[in-house]
């Protein structure tokens, strides 16, 4: 799966820190659930609280984290079609 445009999480969706894990809670919209994130998802969440492109959060978690390109491309790949899934990006 390739991503080549420009998205963010839409506005259906609150994110907060809560003991210690991120949540990502829905206000509006279709999905009812929470969705827990671990510290990759959370680093995600983070990037797409503004307008990025996925190379963006490649090279983001690249500075942060020991991790090669193929590895952090896969698994933000993995979580963005989670979020696509549940209607969280524009």
Known sequence: ??????????NDFIIRNVDGETVMVPVAGDFHGVVMA????????????????????IEKMMAAY???YEVV????????????????LE
């Open 73 to 88: 491309k896969e698994d933000i790949e993995a979580v963005i079609a989670k979020l696509e899934s549940i209607g969280a």
């Open 38 to 57: 671990n510290e990759t998802t959370a680093f995600i969440l983070d990037c797409l609280k503004d307008d990025c492109e996925i190379e963006d959060i």
């Open 1 to 10: 799966m390739v991503y080549n445009e420009v998205m963010r999480l839409k």
């Open 66 to 68: 020991e991790v090669s």
